[in-house]
C-alpha cells in the first residue's frame, strides 16, 4: 500500500503500525522526519534495546535481518531500521556488502510480529525487474518520496507554518519555491530565519523571502540567463564573477548554464502540456514551468545564438588556459552583436 507522509504520522499516531515499511526518495527533510517517527515509536530509555539501526554497506543483510527476528526487551514491540538498501536498485554492489535478496524474500513470507522493520532506499529509483522491489511494494506499506509535486510541498510548507500559527502571503511563496528550486530540505532550513523574522506579524512576505533566502546555484542561472536574455549584460557579467568568486568551478558553471539553455530550447520547441514535457525530458515539472515562462518572451534564434556561444566557452575551457571570465564577457560582447545584426 501506498502512503504519503501525512497517512504514515497519522497511523502511527494511532497505533497502527504495519510489520514493513519501505521509504523511497532522495529529500534528506522527509527522510529525516520519517526516522524520527519511528524512533520516537520506542522511548528513549528503552532505544538501547528495541531500536536497531543498521547501514547495509557495511552490514550483511541477514544480520540485520537476525535483530528483526529478535522478540522485544521489556516492551511490546520493536523497530529495526535498514538504512542504504542499495541491493534495491541497479547499483553495483563493488566496494560494499555482499547481500543475497532471497533473505529479504524469507523475511517478507514471515515477518516477526513484534517487530517494525523499517528499509530506508535513499534512491531516485529501485530496480523493477527485481523480485525483491516488486514483493516489497506488494506487501509493504511503501512511502515514495520521489514524485513530490509543487502543489505537495506547498502543502508541507502551509502544514509547517500553520502548526506555528503563521501565514505566508501568495507572492512570497512563489519566491521561495523559485529561490530554492523546490528543494523541500533548503525550504525547511529558510523557514526558520523566516519566522524568526516575522514573529512579530506571523506573516511572512516577499521582502522577507527576497532579503534572507540564499539562493541556490540554480536560482543564481536562472537570474543570469534572465540578464542575459533581457540586455542586462553589465548585470550578466557581475553575477558570473561573484559565482566565480563564491568558488563555483568555471566548467561546472558553464555547464550548468548550458544545461539549461538546452531545456529553453527543447521547451521552446515543444507543444506538449507541462507535465508531459516533464515526462519526456525527465525533469521536475517546475523545471518546465519556469522554462515555459522564461522563452515565452524570447525567440528560438536568441536561445540559439546563446547555446552555441556557451558551447564554444566549454570547447575552450577544456582546450586552452584562457581566463573564463574573459571568454564569458568576449561571448556577451558576441551574442551582443550577433543579435543586433
Known sequence: MVLT????????????????????????????????????????????????????????????????????????????????????????????????PDEMLDYLGQPEPQTILVIFAPYEKLDARKKVVKQLKERAEYLPFGDLTEQDIIQIIKARIEKQAFTISKPAMDELLRLTNLSLTQIMSELDKLILYASDSKLIELDAVQALVTPTLSDNIFNLIEHLLTGSLTNAVRLYHELILS???PLRLNGAILGQFRLLIQVKALTQSEKAIASLLKVHPYRVKLAKKTVRNFSMRALAQAYLGLVNIEEQLKSTQRDPELLFELFIMRYQHDLAG
Open 5 to 100: 507522509f501525512e497517512e504514515l504520522q497519522m497511523k502511527l499516531s494511532q497505533g497502527d503500525f504495519a510489520p514493513i515499511y519501505l521509504v523511497q526518495g532522495t529529500d534528506q527533510y522527509l527522510l529525516d522526519q520519517t526516522r524520527q517517527l519511528f524512533t520516537n515509536l520506542i522511548s528513549p530509555d528503552d532505544q538501547a534495546l528495541n531500536l536497531g539501526q543498521f547501514d547495509l554497506t557495511e552490514t550483511p543483510l541477514n544480520t540485520a535481518l537476525d535483530d528483526a527476528r529478535a522478540v522485544p526487551f521489556f516492551g511490546d514491540f520493536r523497530v529495526v531500521i535498514l538504512d542504504n538498501a542499495y541491493f534495491l536498485t541497479g547499483e553495483s554492489s563493488r566496494g560494499k556488502v555482499e547481500h543475497n
Open 247 to 249: 568558488g563555483e568551478e
